[in-house]
């Protein structure tokens, strides 16, 4: 790995707990599923079981490639891999932001950022990068991007 690279990866253990409480929660729904009497329950149930075995699903994935990067921050471009990989040349980044959304009583942190022109604010494309479980200190990711956007920026020739 070179100067112009620096990689981010998950957090094991977060993953390793978070897989754990999925297991727990399915098998607290199919225990509850056995017990009830009314079918609109039942139907609950099974609802609540099939989000966890999709969560299962996405945690697992998360949990057996987590020695893979998860963000990864060139001079010239942003890498990240969620539920699908996406690219983002940093040329094309007016602004970088943190933000916290509140889920069901769980903070999720991510990045937000702007792309576009700095004067086009009404055409201007949002896209969050998401940091759950990254290892990685969000003020110092969000600092590296705004750097590496601001460098890229005055690389670009004057149309």
Do not use: K
């Amino acid at each position: 790995m070179d100067a112009s690279r620096r990689d981010y990866f998950r957090r094991a253990q977060t993953l390793r707990w978070q897989l754990g409480a999925l297991l727990l929660a399915g098998a607290l729904v199919s225990w509850l599923m056995s017990h009830v009497a009314s079918r609109w329950l039942e139907l609950l149930c099974v609802a609540l079981l099939l989000a966890c075995g999709a969560g299962l699903f996405v945690v697992s994935a998360r949990l057996f490639t987590h020695h893979h990067p998860t963000i990864s921050v060139f001079n010239d471009r942003l890498w990240f891999r969620g539920l699908r990989e996406q690219v983002v040349m940093l040329r094309h980044v007016s602004d970088a932001q943190l933000v916290e959304s509140h889920i069901a009583g769980w903070t999720r942190r991510s990045i937000l950022l702007r792309l576009g022109g700095a004067d086009s604010d009404d055409e201007a494309e949002q896209l969050r990068v998401p940091l759950d479980a990254v290892e990685a200190d969000p003020e110092e990711v969000l600092g590296l991007i705004r750097e590496r956007a601001a460098l890229q920026r005055e690389l670009q020739p004057a149309r």
